[in-house]
């Protein structure tokens, strides 16, 4: 049984950095494609980014882009997602999620993920 178990999360101020880790157990992680989600009260989860099983490739949601970056350690079994000059409206609960094959955008395409991890942005 493959888990995922996401850290990193936490309240930060607006502008401030967090780094977000996913550890995946019970499986061959480089079969793999990744991707990270983000659920705000009251709304579906919404892509942030995924990496395809190599690390070559990766997408970037448009609110994102520039600010947060996705890699992978296949030798540790981690997926981290880097989250810098934070927004208050980067807040939400942030879920990794697994599939095999390539990487999409849609979180029910996903056969795995984690509990989540809460990100709390303050202004």
């Known amino acids: 049984q493959v888990q995922l178990v996401e850290s990193g999360g936490g309240l930060v101020q607006a502008g401030d950095s967090l780094r977000l880790s996913c550890a995946v157990s019970?499986?061959?992680?480089?079969?793999?494609?990744m991707g990270w989600f983000r659920q705000a009260p009251g709304k579906e989860h919404d892509v942030v980014s995924t990496?395809?099983?190599?690390?070559?490739?990766?997408y970037y949601a448009d609110s994102v882009k520039g600010r947060f970056t996705i890699s992978r350690d296949n030798a540790k079994n981690t997926v981290y997602l880097q989250m810098n000059s934070l927004k208050p409206e980067d807040t939400a609960v942030y879920y990794c999620?697994?599939?095999?094959?390539?990487?999409?955008?849609?979180?029910?395409?996903?056969?795995?993920w984690g509990q989540g991890t809460q990100v709390t942005i303050s202004s």
């Open positions: 019970g499986g061959t992680f480089s079969d793999y494609a």
């Open positions: 990496i395809t099983r190599s690390g070559g490739s990766t």
């Open positions: 999620a697994a599939r095999r094959g390539v990487p999409v955008t849609q979180f029910r395409d996903y056969y795995y």
